[in-house]
């Protein structure tokens, strides 16, 4: 799925992430200090990520329960940073969770609250996250019980 570019927004294209790919994933994750315990889970979805160049920017990935998804490991490649790939990667996230019946995408993170909230994510209280999502390993046990949960509803 490939993303209009706009003047702050760079094109991209979401490539479904492969098993054998999943060791490239957990290096960028475990450099960006971000949880790489759970990644071969083969029910996670990832995506690698790339401009209209075929270089690789990216990746980020989605856990589907039902009509909630929890957005997982949005990492964008150190020389990359702050040109809007991180927005971008967010934006085809956001479009695959639709694609999949998904009306609520919920996050954890310790240090990107303003980034997120910039695109539309709401901090809220960890009892109003449901069950499925709490029960996730991302939730329950490999992220900081300071990190703030986010969520972004869709129509």
Do not use: N
Request: glycine share 6%; aromatic share 8%; proline share 7%.
């Amino acid at each position: 799925m490939a993303q209009r570019a706009t003047p702050r927004t760079p094109r991209l294209t979401a490539h479904p992430l492969k098993a054998f790919e999943r060791g490239a994933l957990s290096t960028a994750l475990a450099k960006a200090h971000l949880p790489t315990d759970d990644i071969e889970t083969p029910e996670h979805l990832f995506w690698r990520f790339e401009t209209a160049d075929d270089i690789p920017v990216g990746f980020g990935g989605l856990e589907i329960h039902g009509t909630d998804t929890l957005m997982r490991s949005i990492v964008v490649l150190p020389p990359l940073r702050r040109r809007g790939i991180g927005a971008a990667i967010v934006s085809l996230l956001e479009s695959e969770a639709t694609l999949y019946g998904c009306r609520a995408i919920w996050l954890l993170t310790a240090t990107a609250s303003p980034f997120f909230a910039r695109l539309g994510y709401a901090r809220c209280d960890r009892a109003v996250v449901p069950e499925a999502i709490r029960a996730t390993r991302e939730f329950a046990a490999l992220c900081p019980a300071s990190a703030e949960v986010l969520l972004k509803r869709f129509a």
